[in-house]
């Protein structure tokens, strides 16, 4: 099945500052990406998501870039605000399933 | 906007009970999914179901645990006899298709404590 790496685990930056989160998978017969943002106690919410026809996608401040090849994506949060603290989901999934198959999440803090 | 529905919000229970937990997934989705989420760690999946049967389950998903579909509307959750390491968070949710309309939508939760 597959298997979602993400990393950091935790990520602390300054407000204004950047946040970058990294994503492996293993099944590169995967070809759909989500990314959910969980605030404390709340569900998942989808931010942003990519497909494997499309090697980058932006939403105002948020960003999501795919290498199929290396079989990796990322998520970039520019200008990042106080609100944007939270635990961050990767995912992925595609192939002959449709379940999603999550990254263990990395918790950002932003400092004011 | 619609959304997926989880009923309880929170429940606490004696091990060895029997739980049931709940689900309203959106009207026109034919897609749906049990997650796990225990406290501070990653969600899990359980299981999907489609057209009326389990498309796929993980190795959480074991003989204690199983989901119906008893109308046009619910979809449930039901493990037989819980154990402590079952407390976690339990999320609902449904898709409409996969491909290009494959956003999964997931339910507000169902914390379950198990004592």
């Known amino acids: 099945g597959e298997n979602v790496e993400q990393h950091p685990s935790t990520l602390s930056v300054q407000e204004g500052d950047s946040a970058v989160i990294k994503c492996t998978y293993s099944?590169?017969?995967?070809?759909?990406f989500p990314w959910y943002k969980q605030e404390l106690g709340k569900r998942p919410q989808l931010i942003i998501d990519i497909r494997s026809n499309v090697g980058e996608k932006k939403d105002q401040r948020i960003a999501v870039t795919l290498n199929k090849t290396a079989k990796h994506f990322s998520l970039h949060i520019t200008e990042t605000q106080p609100e944007d603290s939270a635990v961050y989901f990767c995912?992925?999934?595609?192939?002959?399933?449709?379940?999603?198959?999550f990254g263990a999440g990395t918790t950002v803090t932003v400092r004011a | 906007e619609p959304e997926v529905t989880q009923t309880p919000s929170h429940q606490v229970t004696q091990m060895g009970q029997e739980v049931i937990l709940r689900c309203v997934p959106i009207?026109?989705?034919?897609?749906f999914y049990w997650y796990r989420q225990i406290l501070g760690q990653k969600v899990e999946f359980l299981v999907s179901?489609?057209?009326?049967?389990?498309?796929?389950k993980s190795e959480i998903f074991d003989d204690q645990f199983s989901v119906e579909r008893p109308d046009g509307s619910n979809f449930t959750l039901k493990i037989r006899s819980t154990k402590l390491e079952d407390s976690a968070m339990y999320f609902c949710a449904s898709m409409r298709a996969p491909g290009a309309a494959g956003e999964l939508f997931f339910g507000e939760g169902s914390r379950l404590t198990v004592l």
């Open positions: 179901f489609y057209n009326n049967e389990i498309s796929e």
């Open positions: 099944d590169s017969a995967s070809n759909y």
């Open positions: 009207s026109n989705h034919l897609y």
């Open positions: 995912a992925a999934s595609g192939g002959d399933d449709y379940k999603l198959s």
